[in-house]
């Protein structure tokens, strides 16, 4: 799933490609990805590209006064182009959900692998109408110690939950708690309300190095080589059975039905390997 870095370092791509072209015609091949009818989606054609932004790991691009913002979700992608076909996008079964022509041909898609369809878009005249973005908590990259600290205060959950809960802190995935919580040290399953100054501190400066890193890297990428970048710069997520880089301990995993996260039992939890979900209940 693309998380802050990715979705960053794809705004930073649409400022540079996109803005100052003129929107030519949107192409919908998947319905089922719209979730606005009001402004209609043929009312960006003629509209100038103005800028791109970031909200959490919603992405959006403004064309006049108006915004189309997505959701990648999990397998969502955004592919650019130079030379798109002229031709109109018909519907289909493919894994292209949305195409926006731009001037001399330029112009990107919006896809989707896999079968579980979850890509949304939006078209709305302010990116607050968009109810997932107006709902999100205080961007991670914008957080100091207390604001981490009043994001945290009343969620008594596990850790690695609450660093993922975009009402919470916006921005962070499955992948980046994973890597941030390896170099804060800390459990997944630690209290997120229960840390002591100390750990704040820590997951604090874990959070603001991984993910100042990660958007370091990732800025200036081709949209295509993205995904390599954020494997290449992992520590410990996707890394199950390989050396931790810091301890050299084997890098361990708990699994859930739909996902799982990868941890080093040395570096957080002092030797103890946590049990699998699907094996056995969860120790603490």
């Known amino acids: 799933m693309p998380e802050l870095p990715e979705v960053e370092a794809l705004a930073d ?25 009001d402004p209609p989606v043929t009312a960006l054609h003629g509209a100038e590209v103005t800028g791109a932004a970031r909200w959490g790991k919603y992405l959006g691009l403004q064309a006049g006064e108006l915004y189309l913002i997505t959701h ?12 798109l076909a002229p031709t ?35 078209v709305v005249r302010n990116p607050m109408d968009v109810p997932q973005i107006a709902g999100l908590g205080p961007d991670a990259l914008e957080l100091d110690v207390d604001g981490l600290h009043q ?11 609450v660093l993922t809960d975009q009402k919470v802190i916006a921005g962070i995935g499955n992948a980046y708690s994973d890597e941030i919580l390896h170099v804060a040290r ?6 997120a309300d229960k840390l002591s100054d100390a750990q704040l501190a820590d997951l604090h400066d ?18 295509a080589t993205l995904k390599g970048e954020k494997r290449s710069g992992l520590r410990v997520h996707a890394r199950t059975g390989l050396p931790c880089p810091v301890c050299g301990d084997t890098v361990a995993e708990v699994s859930f ?4 996260f990868q941890y080093c039992p040395t570096c957080q939890t002092g030797g103890k390997v946590l ?10």
Not at 17 to 35: E, P, Q
Not at 151 to 161: C, D, E, P, S, W
Request: net charge positive; glycine share 10%.
């Open 13 to 37: 791509h649409l400022r540079r490609h996109a803005v100052g072209t003129v929107i030519g015609r949107v192409d919908i091949a998947a319905l089922s990805v719209l979730k606005t009818f």
């Open 72 to 83: 990648l979700s999990r397998a969502g992608w955004l592919r650019w182009s130079d030379k």
């Open 88 to 122: 109109p996008l018909k519907p289909g079964k493919g894994p292209i959900a949305l195409r926006v022509h731009l001037g001399d041909g330029h112009g990107f898609d919006l896809t989707e692998a896999g079968t579980q369809k979850r890509l949304a878009v939006w």
């Open 151 to 161: 994001a945290l205060a009343g969620h008594g959950g596990r850790i690695k939950t």
């Open 186 to 191: 800390l459990s997944p399953f630690a209290t």
């Open 206 to 223: 874990a959070m603001s190095s991984v993910l100042t890193d990660a958007v370091t890297r990732s800025v200036g990428q081709q949209a």
């Open 257 to 260: 039905v739909d996902k799982s």
């Open 275 to 284: 049990a699998d979900r699907r094996m056995s209940r969860l120790l603490k």
